[in-house]
């Protein structure tokens, strides 16, 4: 019984946390996800202290026969699309599943189930072009800046910029470091001592950013974003000048699935050869 109640307690501390980040940042679907998610959570922990008069044993539904611990599944949880949706509005870059996983776990407590991401892509791209904009956002994938070809296991929102989506040779420290300030904000204002998960996914940016000091296992989160800070200040105009540059041709050029799911590669191929 504690166990669940702490659990609960601290997924609604979170999902709290997580709608003042999406209400700041005017995303007023994601605020209405998380608020049907919260109340979700809110009456499973009411649940826990209304007692129920238990059914006669031949009368027992499925949902009865149930065992009690299992408190999540009866909640059903955000689906994998929300879960990654959740992440990468969180780290405002592209990123990939193992990041997308870390991150959730750490910050909006359910397990990403990584296995499903790459037929969610091909599940978003087959919707949109079957009806394009049904949808408020696609998961997408990261776009390179010279090809405009799929960036392999990168994903994205396609409510974000081009620019933002695209990944030229800097892209991929400038967003580990854009996502270590953007954790290191978050991780700031959870409430109490940080879960294990926050406190690994923590350690992790500050040995792999030079400046960061060797704290004995634990994190001085002004001292990483300073550091971050310090090196993004080096890579970020360059990355940005390559990014304009090739969003500019990709918006000339591409249609609009295109400047969202990119060209194919073995298309680019095929082309060279003919030519």
Not at 166 to 186: E, I
Not at 216 to 225: I, K, M, N, T, Y
């Amino acid at each position: 019984m504690h166990e669940h109640l702490d659990a609960l307690e601290k997924r609604m501390q979170q999902l709290q946390h997580a709608m003042r980040q999406a209400l700041e940042q005017q995303d007023d679907d994601q605020v209405n996800a998380l608020r049907q998610e919260l109340r979700r959570t809110q009456n499973a922990y009411d649940a826990l202290f209304s007692p129920v008069e238990a059914p006669a044993p031949s009368h027992r539904t499925p949902e009865a026969l149930a065992p009690a611990s299992s408190v999540e599944r009866q909640l059903g949880g955000p689906t994998a699309r929300e879960q990654v949706r959740q992440v990468l509005a969180l780290l405002t870059v592209p990123a990939a599943p193992q990041l997308l996983s870390q991150v959730h776990q750490a910050f909006f407590f359910h397990a990403l189930n990584t296995a499903r991401l790459a037929t969610l892509r091909r599940d978003e791209e087959r919707s949109f072009r079957a009806t394009p904009d049904r949808r408020s956002f696609y998961i997408c994938p990261a776009l390179a800046c010279d090809r405009f070809s799929p960036v392999r296991a990168l994903l994205a929102l396609s409510t974000w910029p081009l620019e933002q989506r695209l990944v030229g040779p800097l892209t991929a420290r400038v967003n580990f470091l854009t996502s270590a300030l953007r954790l290191a904000d978050a991780a700031e204002q959870l409430p109490g001592t940080w879960p294990m998960p926050v406190q690994k996914l923590m350690l992790y940016y500050n040995r792999n950013i030079p400046g960061c000091p060797d704290t004995r296992g634990q994190v001085d989160l002004d001292a990483l974003r300073e550091a971050a800070a310090a090196e993004l200040a080096v890579h970020a105009d360059d990355d940005a000048d390559t990014r304009a540059d090739a969003s500019q041709h990709a918006l000339a050029t591409l249609d609009a699935a295109g400047q969202i799911f990119g060209t194919p590669l073995h298309d680019t191929k095929r082309q060279r050869r003919v030519s």
